[in-house]
């Protein structure tokens, strides 16, 4: 008997356990992607290193609803509320619309704007999914010159929100609250050249290189082995030519 | 008695989280063949749960992603996007087949990927009808929905491909993970650098 009961209580946790194993980080969720807020940026990868997992996933600041700050208080994404980082700035005026990218679309409650304790937007979510894009143009009211623009995307069926912080200096000011001194110190962007835009080919023959925009037909080498484009694209790590037969041939 | 009880625990357990392995001689195709690379490089046979449900919402993520950029191509504007789409369109198609060749060697299905999301907690951004819905957009505003829908399509496949790199153990699995973080990145950087500018 007590031998069934040990049998019961094993069978009766099973199930939790493969309930609870599943779930993990799966998570997946937004920011504000234009202008570029300090996730994005670092998505963009133009902070190299110092963002952290925002980085990787600048789509999961997620904390508790009603903070103020950057990382929904999330540990691992602790730099975007550190001010002192060579944010970039974007120039405004009062009014100013911003766009939402999702990675996966909860039930919205609502969204919310707050400059300091000010909230200057708000957008109902109607509890529906949000629409593709999501676009909002809010009134950033009397602020002028840097300002830090809290975004908030407030879940319908969770209890947690999301946070993306935009850096902006509106009207021209810059007065009012002046912008860190290491502003101006940009890191040295080795680790991540500026994706090339231009279509100009590269040498025949010339060494593959990430970040390049090849055309079909360009050939270049990578490990003593010669290929030929077959697909247009601007090149990345991961996509070197042998990883790839669907953008590059072996010639 | 006691041995009913501790059979059945080893039977739920090996339910969840459980590692299998393919039989002698069926696996690793895509071994010491030769410098040339093969059409669909082949994975090792031992895995787990997380590989397989890596893999099979990577082949569900991968049509979704293959049904945007064909949207993509036939009506963005800019060249860039264009060919990101055309790019992203050819790689993603060979790493379908990749990825259902190795759900064939482990003799798992491809499952239900959608309903497979939901039971990981995502409702996942894009389904047919956003994919549809994308096609009405015209111009400029087409061109920043569908880059807006791909960078948020992509990054959710960062997400899944971070939880294989944790709990997977096949290390062609987990080699595949590590390209799929390294090329959305480049692809979401590239994306983000068109939506707000460099």
């Given at each position: 008997m007590k031998l069934m009961r040990k049998a019961a209580l094993v069978l009766a946790a099973v199930p939790a356990i493969v309930f609870i194993t599943p779930v993990g980080s799966a998570s997946a969720h937004g920011y504000i992607s234009s202008p570029a807020s300090r996730a994005a940026q670092c998505a963009q990868g133009a902070l190299g290193d110092t963002c952290g997992q925002a980085r990787y996933e600048p789509q999961s600041a997620e904390g508790p609803k009603g903070l103020k700050n950057c990382s929904g208080a999330n540990g691992a994404f602790r730099e975007l509320d550190n001010d002192a980082l060579p944010w970039k700035v974007h120039n405004t005026g009062s009014s100013l619309t911003l766009t939402w990218t999702f990675t996966a679309r909860h039930v919205t409650r609502d969204y919310e704007y707050f400059i300091g304790g000010t909230r200057v937007g708000f957008v109902s979510g109607n509890n529906a999914q949000p629409s593709n894009p999501t676009t909002h143009t809010i009134n950033l009211g009397g602020f002028t010159g840097r300002q830090k623009l809290y975004a908030i995307w407030n879940i319908g069926d969770t209890v947690n929100a999301f946070y993306s912080c935009i850096d902006l200096n509106i009207n021209g000011g810059g007065t009012t609250n002046p912008p860190p001194t290491t502003t101006t110190t940009r890191p040295p962007t080795t680790t991540n050249p500026p994706v090339t835009t231009t279509t100009q080919q590269p040498p025949a023959g010339g060494t593959w290189a990430a970040n390049t925009s090849y055309a079909v037909g360009s050939t270049v080498t990578y490990g003593g082995s010669s290929y030929r484009c077959r697909q247009a694209h601007t090149s990345l790590t991961g996509w070197e030519p042998p990883n790839v037969a669907a953008l590059w041939e072996k010639v | 008695m006691k041995r009913l009880v501790i059979a059945v625990a080893v039977l739920a357990l090996a339910g969840c989280g459980g590692e299998a392995v393919v039989p002698e001689g069926q696996g690793a195709h895509g071994h010491g063949a030769s410098s040339a690379a093969p059409p669909v490089p082949g994975a090792s046979a031992r895995f787990n749960d997380a590989d397989v449900t890596f893999v099979q919402m990577m082949v569900d993520h991968l049509q979704l992603g293959i049904s945007l950029s064909q949207v993509g191509l036939a009506k963005a504007t800019s060249q860039e996007a264009k060919d990101l789409a055309g790019a992203i369109d050819v790689t993603q198609r060979e790493e379908l087949t990749m990825l259902k060749s190795w759900l064939k060697l482990w003799d798992k299905p491809e499952g239900d990927g959608a309903n497979l999301h939901v039971a990981h907690g995502g409702q996942p951004l894009?389904?047919?009808?956003?994919?549809?819905?994308?096609?009405?957009?015209?111009?400029?505003?087409?061109?920043?929905?569908?880059?807006?829908?791909?960078?948020?399509?992509?990054?959710?496949?960062?997400?899944?491909?971070?939880?294989?790199?944790?709990?997977?153990?096949?290390?062609?699995?987990?080699?595949?993970?590590?390209?799929?973080?390294?090329?959305?990145?480049?692809?979401?950087?590239?994306?983000?650098?068109?939506?707000s500018g460099p």
């Open positions: - | 894009l389904d047919d009808k956003v994919i549809n819905e994308a096609k009405d957009k015209n111009g400029a505003e087409f061109d920043m929905n569908f880059l807006n829908l791909m960078t948020g399509h992509q990054g959710a496949g960062v997400e899944m491909a971070l939880d294989e790199k944790k709990d997977g153990m096949n290390p062609e699995t987990t080699a595949y993970a590590e390209r799929v973080i390294a090329t959305r990145q480049g692809q979401i950087q590239q994306m983000l650098k068109i939506i």
